[in-house]
């Protein structure tokens, strides 16, 4: 198997990106994945780029995007029904806008952490699950979900915050502020729905992998297309992505799901980004089952700068909260949470003079 | 036979129970009198640990809880620069454990303190009621004589010191995610759980001025070596291209968003040693069957900015976090 963290190759690619480099103006390369942005501060990649290269991080940490009172919901929920709440750990510690799962659980909520949403179905009792997540984790909540409808498990209900990664990436290309001038694009959510789903985009850009030499050549490909007045989406992540993506996938989720307007948190409402659960099978949605109406306050505590972080506005060191009050230990702002938030990754690895 | 309730009594049954299993295997002059507490004769400096076990499950590939208990103990001991030679061992059943399993457990001990001339001179048992533990928790406590002449302390790193480690980091971490059932991962991973008394007879037998021993247990060597440089004042720089790490641990680790530096070991140790000794150390390393991959992983610099750095493959300067937080999956 190739060694895709040989770092005599990953040199070799760095001075290709500086020579190729020399040719462009100022470029922005967002990268829309968490588990590209964790991957670019531990290989170190952003200090090795010519300094008017700049690679931003986008909304793709499904966590940081799920609305304050999203989790405030579900805390409460928890805390007045006899139920178990079932989530992935990452959403455990998100500040909401008065609370958190942690907090819910510390007063003796039952809150389940589960790593595969099969596993909601072993659960006695009445659960309620929190379905977070883009098309990767969409398509396993699906199989969940479909499985509840079949064998008519009604003391199941999914709440749902599933977002979209292609009508997102449209949004933030038309934002002039940010000025995106390449994507690097996810490949978790690529396996998913193919390469070919990125047809509409209009800026030069490169489905990735996360092992330093695809992120590389993400980078290098996203240059080399810039340098030569071409834009197009290439694949640089062809053995495990393919242009049709994971059909079986696609059909679960658009089976049970359907594109609907929700908020960002952070971000605001984007049209057609998230997914719902369709009309039919709206008894096993937990927003009908417990009469919670869509989330309309984002909740961004005061002073936190994430919703320009999400955007790629600014880097998580320019927020004043960051490392001050705003620290893995006690976080703030939802992207200081997550393992594969913005700021957690920026402070883990790129803060201080190191 | 099933562990109940009674077993915990302090009756009868609990009597049975240390007769039948503890005793007749771990059973010496000193045990045998079953007295609250041990004396222990001499009058030398004594090095005294304790620690806890309550890793899930309770077998894994390369050990169990009971090797586990006693190498974490010891461990703790030998890279003080003490010999260890007395445990105690207590025992926190949980109502419905099966004596074969526990007999398993307590026989693994057996090997292991024979294998390193150690005896269980106390212990206690109590059992809990289902549900109230995971099976079987262990603590053990441990007094070992210190060597003559030796200061092995986290306070005595100086710039310039070489850091070395014993061999492939993170097995032990990543092979109890992989027998873990829950988090469907299939493995070849074995635990590298092992007594380092010897290993360290043999480091500290080369005569080379080594500062300092740690056994990177909980949170890697990552945490090793930031509470290393953050005791003695001084920042510690490691070269990532330069620490042994096995394939499969990077597969695992990269499968869940994870570092093999954070992941913990249960036989391998980071020395801090001055630079004229370090090349005789890490030979003598090499020599010994649990050294045989030891590298040279880092040195010791004046104090920086962050107590641990860690320089990637890239060659780019990068903080080396001491870790935190439970070991959380990511979600997509």
Not at chain 2, 239 to 253: D, H, N
């Amino acid at each position: 198997m190739q060694d895709f963290n040989d770092p005599g190759i990953g040199k070799e690619l760095i001075a290709r990106i500086g020579s190729l480099a020399e040719k462009t103006g100022p470029v922005r390369i967002m990268e829309v994945c968490g588990t590209h942005t964790m991957a670019i501060g531990r290989f170190g990649i952003r200090k090795l780029l010519p300094e008017h290269i700049h690679l931003i991080s986008g909304p793709g940490c499904p966590v940081c995007v799920t609305p304050g009172e999203y989790i405030d919901n579900t805390a409460r929920i928890a805390l007045s029904e006899d139920i178990t709440v079932a989530t992935f750990g990452d959403m455990i510690r998100v500040p909401g806008i008065h609370t958190s799962l942690e907090l819910a659980r510390a007063e003796g909520a039952r809150i389940e952490v589960i790593t595969n949403p099969l596993d909601i179905l072993l659960i006695k009792g009445e659960v309620l699950f929190c379905a977070v997540g883009f098309e990767t984790t969409a398509a396993p909540i699906a199989a969940a979900f479909s499985r509840a409808v079949q064998e008519k498990r009604d003391n199941i209900s999914f709440y749902t915050s599933l977002k979209l990664i292609p009508p997102t990436l449209s949004l933030l290309c038309a934002d002039e502020e940010i000025g995106i001038t390449g994507f690097l694009l996810p490949g978790h959510v690529s396996t998913v729905i193919g390469s070919a789903a990125y047809g509409f985009l209009k800026i030069p850009s490169s489905i990735s992998g996360f092992e330093m030499i695809d992120i590389l050549d993400g980078i290098m490909r996203i240059l080399s297309m810039i340098s030569e007045g071409k834009t197009r989406v290439e694949n640089g992540y062809r053995r495990a992505v393919t242009p049709e993506g994971n059909k079986k996938a696609q059909e679960i989720i658009i089976s049970c799901f359907e594109p609907c307007t929700e908020q960002w948190r952070g971000i605001g409402l984007l049209p057609d980004c998230s997914l719902r659960i369709r009309e039919e099978y709206r008894k096993f949605d937990a927003r009908e089952r417990f009469g919670i109406s869509s989330e309309e306050d984002d909740g961004m505590p005061e002073g936190c700068a994430c919703g320009e972080v999400l955007k790629g506005i600014i880097l998580p060191d320019a927020c004043p909260l960051f490392g001050n009050t705003c620290m893995p230990d006690h976080p703030v702002g939802p992207c200081m949470v997550s393992s594969e938030g913005s700021c957690a990754a920026f402070y883990k690895y790129e803060r201080g003079s190191e | 036979m099933k562990i109940t309730r009674a077993h915990g009594g302090g009756g009868r049954e609990t009597e049975k129970l240390i007769h039948d299993i503890i005793v007749e295997y771990l059973g010496n002059p000193v045990l045998n009198s079953l007295e609250d507490a041990a004396v222990i004769p001499g009058g030398e400096e004594l090095v005294f640990s304790t620690d806890s076990f309550v890793v899930s499950p309770l077998f894994f590939p390369g050990g169990d809880i009971g090797k586990l208990a006693v190498c974490g103990t010891v461990n703790d001991i030998a890279v003080r620069g003490g010999v260890p030679g007395f445990l105690s061992l207590a025992l926190i059943i949980e109502e419905g454990l099966d004596t074969a399993d526990l007999e398993k457990i307590i026989k693994s001990i057996s090997t292991e303190c024979s294998r390193e001339s150690i005896q269980v001179v106390c212990g206690d048992t109590k059992v809990v009621e289902k549900g109230s533990g995971d099976g079987l928790f262990i603590n053990t406590a441990g007094i070992g004589v210190l060597r003559k002449e030796t200061s092995l302390s986290v306070k005595n790193l100086k710039p310039g010191d070489t850091l070395l480690v014993n061999g492939s980091v993170g097995e032990h971490g990543a092979a109890i995610l992989g027998a873990r059932r829950e988090l469907n991962i299939t493995s070849d991973l074995v635990s590298d759980c092992a007594p380092l008394i010897s290993l360290v007879d043999c480091i500290l037998g080369t005569g080379a001025e080594v500062h300092a021993l740690r056994d990177a247990t909980r949170g890697g060597i990552a945490a090793v070596v930031n509470e290393m440089a953050q005791g003695s004042g001084v920042t510690a720089v490691l070269k990532e291209e330069s620490i042994p790490v096995k394939k499969e641990v990077t597969g695992v680790c990269s499968l869940l968003g994870m570092s093999p530096f954070d992941m913990a070991n249960e036989g391998k140790l980071v020395a801090a040693v001055s630079p004229d000794g370090a090349n005789t150390v890490l030979e003598a390393m090499k020599n010994h069957p649990l050294g045989k991959d030891a590298a040279r992983i880092g040195t010791v610099e004046e104090q920086g900015q962050f107590p641990a750095v860690l320089i990637t493959s890239l060659g780019v300067r990068n903080i080396l976090e001491m870790p935190r937080g439970e070991l959380l999956p990511r979600i997509c």
